[in-house]
């Protein structure tokens, strides 16, 4: 069964820090981009980080710019997502998707969904 799993998220208060991982099972992620999306309550799916195959290459939302870092190891078949100087708007659910070349942000271009993980940051 190919599926994605997230991991790592939680309740956090503003400032803190949280390490979101996303681990292939059924397949391998080498060949895949990886994008962070998440989805506040009442808000629609936004795109947080992509990074490449080889990990040479990210892009980052300009709200997460700075605070927020992606990196992979493939030999663990597990990408991550570094949530630092967390925000309460930060708060949501946090997805990981795998796509073939460069999707970037566009959610429709990604073949793979993880389940999510909730981010909540408060005092």
């Known amino acids: 069964q190919l599926q994605l799993v997230e991991s790592g998220g939680g309740l956090v208060q503003p400032g803190g820090s949280l390490r979101l991982s996303c681990a292939a099972s059924?397949?391998?992620?080498?060949?895949?981009?990886i994008g962070w999306f998440r989805q506040a309550p009442g808000k629609e799916r936004e795109g947080v980080s992509c990074i490449s195959s080889s990990g040479s290459s990210t892009n980052y939302a300009l709200s997460v710019k700075g605070r927020f870092t992606t990196s992979r190891d493939n030999a663990k078949n597990t990408v991550y997502l570094q949530l630092n100087s967390l925000k309460p708007e930060d708060t949501a659910v946090y997805y990981c998707a795998a796509g073939v070349g460069w999707p970037g942000f566009e959610s429709r271009e990604y073949d793979y969904w993880g389940q999510g993980t909730q981010v909540t940051v408060s005092s």
């Open positions: 059924g397949f391998t992620l080498d060949y895949y981009a």
